[in-house]
Nanobody
Framework: VQLVESGGGSVQAGGSLRLSCVASGSADNFLVMGWWRQYPGTQRELIAA???????GYADSVKGRFTISRGNAKNTINLQMNNLNPDDTAVYYC?????????????WGPGTLVTVSS
């Protein structure tokens, strides 16, 4: 399974961006898909995730501003980010916990940079 993210870029504070992630490859089930972000020199932070039965969770830091959703296909997710502020500047990584032939593994996308200027 491979993940490809799109939609990162630069925006001014108060603006919006929409990230997308498409999973390709063989899988029995994408158990969870979601987004982490990483600030320079820090660990990744889980910010939003959606399960295969559409349970959704958000980090407190993005709740009410970010919305995770599925695309037309089960292997596609989007992250609508509104009211962005400079603290949201980070590299955003799509991930999935995928099951294939009875084995479960976590797969990461390469990351996409989001820069919010004040």
């Amino acid at each position: 399974v491979q993940l490809v993210e799109s939609g990162g870029g630069s925006v001014q504070a108060g603006g919006s961006l929409r990230l997308s992630c498409v999973a390709s490859g063989s899988a029995d089930n994408f158990l969870v898909m979601g987004w982490w972000r990483q600030y320079p020199g820090t660990q990744r932070e889980l910010i939003a995730a959606i399960s295969d039965i559409d349970n959704i969770g958000y980090a407190d830091s993005v709740k009410g501003r970010f919305t995770i959703s599925r695309g037309n296909a089960k292997n596609t997710i989007n992250l609508q980010m509104n009211n962005l502020n400079p603290d949201d500047t980070a590299v955003y990584y799509c991930y999935t916990d995928v099951k294939f032939r009875g084995q479960q593994q976590r797969v990461w996308g390469p990351g996409t940079l989001v820069t919010v200027s004040s």
